[in-house]
């Protein structure tokens, strides 16, 4: 049984653009506490400080040090996940660390070891595998709803590649690309949904097909896993087609889809400083942090069983099955809140997240084999599925 009166303690390391689209959830969760944070900017230190109280450091060893803090929330650029999650978890602080977990299978080995040397908990995410309709689906899965999963689809189209990024976020080596940004909230969900071990990953990418952001912007890939359950997964983060008109004209963000007059690359075109652009991102106030209407998501997914097939959208689920088609509506109230409920658990209550190292791992070991596939033609046997 969960309790208000105890709530974590919680830091936060990096107050960009993921801190920002996860505020609001912190901030109505009432089982965790956000009491202190470390980032480089002043202006947003000055801004987390006005919308939450608590302390703002600009280096993250102070923040480590504070007895305050039980938890940190580490949403720094991939590059630096094992480095802050490392110092974090040292220190005997439980680490909720954003996906990618690290960019390195053996960084990901790494941190799962100190946790379990320190007795500390690992949670990666926010990832979609936390969304409402993914968690409904899941459980009419395991009540027999559709019978056997025998295949999943998924496929999301963006204008990812074409937001304002850092160079880092446009080098593969460096954590960059829709490989290690995007393909892991896909496969975050499949694996949730396919409740089973993967065994092997057959994929393309075709490469970078813009030389000016010459990183993968595209992927399409077979996962095969236990059970003869398969799943292809397709992604295009190149703004041309829009995903989210399969979607309701919902965002991923649970945001209403506006209209805009231009379109991702002409924006981009016009700016002159895209890393200033980037950076003017962070958090400013929670009121400028987006509001969502309905539950986030990542495109279309689809899961066909023996007996039935379910539809994800942002609102629930449609089942269809020999007695036609219904709706399971999933109820909502602040997206993300799967995230915080899951730390509060497993701190509080020492029980184990779903989306432990492990788990972080194992969708970290699919994209690399996704590029690995790739690169070589060949399908990947993986090796780190089983928790």
């Not at 470390?38 to 060893?61: C, M, P, T, W």
């Not at 919902?250 to 700016?271: D, F, M």
């Not at 929670?286 to 899961?303: A, I, K, N, R, W």
């Not at 219904?326 to 997206?335: D, I, L, Q, R, S």
């Amino acid at each position: 049984m969960f309790s208000i009166s105890d709530p974590v303690r919680l830091g936060a390391v990096g107050l960009g653009r993921a801190f920002s689209l996860t505020a609001r959830a912190i901030a109505a969760n009432p089982y965790v506490e956000l009491v202190a944070a470390a980032e480089l900017n002043e202006n947003h230190r000055q801004a987390f400080v006005k919308a939450f109280g608590g302390r703002a450091y600009a280096d993250i060893s102070d923040l480590i040090a504070d007895a305050d803090v039980e938890a940190i929330y580490i949403s720094t650029p991939h590059g630096l996940h094992k480095e802050h999650a490392l110092a974090a978890i040292t220190a005997g602080k439980s680490v909720l660390v954003e996906k990618p977990m690290t960019i390195s299978l053996e960084d990901a080995s790494t941190l799962i070891a100190a946790a379990e040397q320190m007795g500390v908990r690992l949670v990666v995410g926010p990832s979609h595998s936390f969304d409402g309709p993914v968690a409904l689906a899941s459980k009419l899965i395991d009540q027999g709803k559709i019978g056997r999963v025998r295949m999943i689809h998924a496929f999301y189209a963006t204008d990812f590649l074409y937001r304002p990024r850092t160079p880092e976020e446009l080098s593969t080596e460096l954590g960059g690309g829709v490989v290690f940004s995007q393909a892991v909230h896909q496969v975050d969900v499949v694996r949730r949904l396919a409740s089973a071990s993967a065994v092997r990953v057959t994929a393309r990418t075709g490469g970078a097909w813009d030389p000016k952001r010459p990183t993968e912007g595209a992927y399409a890939m077979l996962i095969d896993f236990e059970d003869e359950i398969f799943a292809s997964l397709t992604y295009s983060g190149y703004a041309h087609f829009d995903g989210d008109r399969l979607m309701d004209d919902v965002s991923e963000l649970g945001t209403p889809k506006k209209i805009q007059s231009k379109s991702a690359r002409q924006t981009l075109a016009s700016v002159s400083d895209e890393e200033a652009v980037k950076a003017s991102r962070g958090f400013v106030s929670l009121d400028s942090c987006p509001q969502s209407e309905t539950h986030e998501h990542f495109g279309q997914v689809l899961v066909f069983g023996d007996q039935g097939d379910l539809r994800l959208t942002p609102r629930g689920v449609e089942v269809s099955d020999a007695r036609g088609r219904y709706f399971v509506e999933a109820p909502f109230c602040t997206n993300r809140a799967e995230v915080f409920d899951t730390l509060y658990a497993a701190v509080r209550g020492k029980k184990a997240p779903l989306q432990d190292g492990k788990w972080g791992r194992a969708s970290l070991e699919i994209c690399h084999a996704l590029l690995a596939s790739n690169n070589t033609g060949e399908t990947i046997e993986l090796q780190f599925q089983k928790g």
